[in-house]
C-alpha cells in the first residue's frame, strides 16, 4: 500500500521564488542561454539575477560556461541534470497544488512529466 | 528561503509560479534564432561530406601498401583533413554562442551519430583490408550529411524571426590577426605536407591544434574568432578549407608528390584568410 503525503513535500526551496522558477523554465531541459538575454526575458535586473543563479549554482541545478564573442566576455547558463529532475518533481507538486490534488509519494520521482 | 515557506503555498500561489514558468519558456523559446542554427548545420553537414569523401578517396578500399605507400605521408594525410575540420567545429561554436539562446536538437545528433556507422563500418573494413563497392563511399559520405541538411532546413522553414537580433560589426584588430595566422597554419600545412618527414611535422601541426583547442574560451580561442566572423570570413575558410583538402588528395594519391606542388599548393589555402583579414583592416 502506497502512502499518501501532501504534495507540498515535493516542493523543492531552491525553486520557490518567482525568479528562480522562471530562470529553470526558460532554460528548460536543452537550452543554454547567456546572461544578458536571460535577464531581458525575466525583466529582472543583475543583481536579482546574480543572486538567484548563485543559489541555483549552489543547489546544484545549473551550469555556467564563460567565453567570449567578439572579444568581450560572455557567460552562459544551462539546467543541469539534477536541476533538470528538481524541476520535473517541483513542477509535478505544484500542478497538484494548483489543483487541490494530493499525490502519492511513490509518484514523486523525478520521472515524472513535468 | 525559509523552511516553511513551503507550507504557505497555496494553489493560487502555485498557479502563479506555474504561470510565470509558462511565460519565460515561451519567451526562451521565441528568443532561439533557429534560422541561424540551420545554417551552422547546414555548414557542418558540407564540411563533414567533404571530409568524409576526401578519407575514403584517400584510404578507402585501399591496400595497406597503397596507403602507407601514398606517396610518402601515408595516414598522416589523415592530419590534413582532421585539422581544418575541427578548426571549423570550434568555429562553428562561435557562431552558436552569437545566436544568445541555444537549443539543442537532438534528432540531429540522433541521426548524425546514426549516418557515420556506414562511414566507421567502411573504415574497418579499410583496415583489415577488405574490398568493397566503390559506390559504397558515397553512401558513407553522404549519410551523415543529408539528415543534417534535411533537418536543419525543415527546422529552418518552420522558424519565425527570432524577437531580438544581434548586430554584427567588423571583426577587431585581435580577430584579424588571428585569421591570418590561420590561413598561414592551414597554408603551412598543405606545403609541409608534400616534404619528406610529414610524418613527424604532422605531429607539430597536431600539437598546434591541441593548443589552439585548449584556449577555446579565451577571447584568442577559435569560437570567439568564429562569433567575430563576417560573410567574408567564412567564404574564405570555405575555399582554404577545400584547397587544403584537394592539396591532400593531390599530394596523397597523384605523382604530383613534390615539395614544389605543396609549396605552390599551400600558398592558395592560406590566401584567402589573409587577404580577408587585411581587406577586415581596410574597410
Known amino acids: 500500500m502506497t502512502e499518501r503525503r501532501h504534495p507540498r513535500h515535493g516542493l523543492d526551496d531552491a525553486l520557490l521564488t518567482p525568479l528562480r522558477f522562471s530562470l529553470m523554465a526558460a532554460l528548460g531541459p536543452e537550452a543554454e542561454i547567456d546572461f544578458a538575454t536571460l535577464r531581458q526575458l525575466l525583466e529582472t535586473d543583475d543583481s536579482a539575477l546574480s543572486k ?3 543559489t541555483l549554482r549552489a543547489a546544484g541545478y545549473v551550469g555556467v560556461r564563460k567565453g567570449y564573442v567578439a572579444n568581450r566576455p560572455r557567460t552562459w547558463l544551462r539546467a543541469t541534470l539534477s536541476g533538470r529532475a528538481a524541476m520535473r518533481v517541483h513542477v509535478s507538486a505544484l500542478q497538484a497544488i494548483a489543483g487541490g490534488l494530493t499525490t502519492s509519494a511513490a509518484s514523486e520521482s523525478p520521472r515524472q512529466d513535468g | 528561503m525559509k523552511p516553511n515557506d513551503t507550507d504557505r503555498l ?10 510565470a514558468g509558462a511565460v519565460a519558456s515561451a519567451r526562451a523559446d521565441g528568443a532561439v534564432d533557429r534560422r541561424v542554427l540551420a545554417r551552422t548545420q547546414c555548414g557542418i553537414a558540407a564540411a563533414m561530406l567533404i571530409y568524409i569523401s576526401a578519407f575514403l578517396l584517400l584510404f578507402g578500399n585501399q591496400t595497406q601498401e597503397a596507403v602507407s605507400g601514398a606517396a610518402s605521408g601515408g595516414y598522416a594525410y589523415a592530419n590534413v583533413l582532421l585539422i581544418p575540420f575541427l578548426v571549423l567545429t570550434q568555429l562553428v561554436m562561435g557562431v552558436r554562442d552569437r545566436v544568445r539562446v541555444l537549443r539543442a536538437h537532438r534528432p540531429s545528433l540522433v541521426f548524425t551519430l546514426i549516418g557515420l556507422i556506414p562511414f566507421l563500418a567502411l573504415a574497418v573494413l579499410s583496415v583489415f583490408g577488405v574490398s568493397y563497392p566503390w559506390g559504397f563511399n ?3 559520405a553522404a549519410a551523415p550529411a543529408v539528415p543534417m541538411v534535411w533537418l536543419g532546413l525543415k ?12 548586430a554584427h560589426t567588423e571583426p577587431g584588430r ?32 597536431i600539437t598546434v591544434l591541441i593548443v589552439l583547442l585548449a584556449l577555446f574560451s579565451s577571447r584568442w580561442g577559435l569560437p570567439s574568432l568564429g562569433a567575430a566572423w563576417s560573410t567574408r570570413e567564412w567564404t574564405a575558410y570555405a575555399l582554404s578549407f577545400t584547397l587544403l583538402v584537394t592539396l591532400a588528395v593531390v599530394l596523397a594519391r597523384t605523382p604530383w608528390n613534390t615539395p614544389l606542388v605543396g609549396v605552390v599548393g599551400g600558398m592558395p589555402v592560406a590566401a584567402p584568410l589573409v587577404v580577408a583579414a587585411v581587406r577586415g583592416a581596410r574597410s
Open chain 2, 10 to 19: 497555496d494553489a493560487a500561489g502555485a498557479a502563479r509560479l506555474l504561470e
Open chain 2, 174 to 205: 585581435p580577430a584579424r590577426i588571428m585569421t591570418a595566422s590561420l590561413g598561414l597554419y592551414l597554408g603551412l600545412t598543405g606545403m609541409l605536407a608534400a616534404f619528406n618527414g610529414f610524418a613527424l611535422t604532422g605531429l607539430g601541426l
Open chain 2, 155 to 166: 527546422s529552418a522553414r518552420r522558424a519565425d524571426p527570432p524577437a531580438t537580433t544581434v
Open chain 2, 138 to 140: 558515397l553512401v558513407a
Open chain 1, 52 to 54: 538567484a543563479i548563485a
